[in-house]
Structure formats: C-alpha cells, structure tokens
C-alpha cells in the first residue's frame, strides 16, 4: 500500500557531499515520521536521521551531526538526506522508512518503522 522508491545513491571522494531522496506513494505522507538508516558491510543496520510528520522535531545519530541534513517537502511526499563532507565510514546503504503511526512524535529505532525502502548504495571513496 504505502511504497518507498530511492532513485539511487552513488560514488564520491572522500570530503565530498551527496544528496539522497527517497519519494513516497500511497498512504497519507504528511502523517509519517521519515527515518533513514544505513548499513555498512559486516555490520548492524543503524539510525541516521529522522524528522517527524510536520518537520518540527529533527533528531540525527551523532556520527553525522553536523554533517547531514535531513529534510521533506509534503507536498511531494518526499524525504531527503543531504549529506555533507562524507567520510569513508559513511559508506553503506542507505535505506529510508516511514513510521505509519500518525503521531507527532518520531522513533530512533527500525523496530518501529513499518516500511522499508530498498535501500542505495553510497560508497565513499578516499
């Protein structure tokens, strides 16, 4: 029903920036709060941003504080993440999800997302 589609990551220097989007059909946008998460090779999917249905409240792992930028614009249904003076730690994939559970409020946990995007690949290259 509710369908994320992330057009695709990328290759970049080290230092570099890269911006992620990932755009939402069906469902009611404007109700989800927005994460993205990512997952490096070998290791655990992690937080790296949310920000909440009306986009008051913003909240970013502290590896990227600083760093990234996590936005949305309703009236596309679309979340992005702007990602500044990348670091081959950064390298993963990257995957957005929406939290279905029309609050305000927002989650830094993958446990509470309800669907999943299918991930971009970022390679940050030194």
């Known amino acids: 029903q509710v369908q994320l589609v992330e057009p695709g990551g990328g290759l970049v220097q080290a230092g570099g920036s890269l911006r992620l989007s990932c755009s939402a059909s069906?469902?009611?946008?404007?109700?989800?709060?927005m994460g993205w998460f990512r997952q490096a090779p070998g290791k655990e999917r992690e937080f790296v941003a949310v920000?909440?249905?009306?986009?008051?409240?913003?909240r970013y792992a502290d590896s990227v504080k600083g760093r990234f930028t996590i936005s949305r614009e309703n009236a596309r249904t679309t979340v992005y993440l702007q990602m500044n003076s990348l670091k081959e730690e950064d390298t993963a994939v990257y995957y957005c999800?929406?939290?279905?559970?029309?609050?305000?409020?927002?989650?830094?946990?993958?446990?509470?997302?309800?669907?999943w995007g299918r991930g971009t690949q970022v390679t940050v290259s030194s």
């Open positions: 999800a929406a939290d279905l559970r029309y609050s305000d409020g927002y989650s830094t946990e993958g446990i509470k997302y309800d669907v």
């Open positions: 069906g469902g009611r946008f404007s109700n989800y709060a």
């Open positions: 920000i909440n249905r009306s986009g008051s409240i913003i």
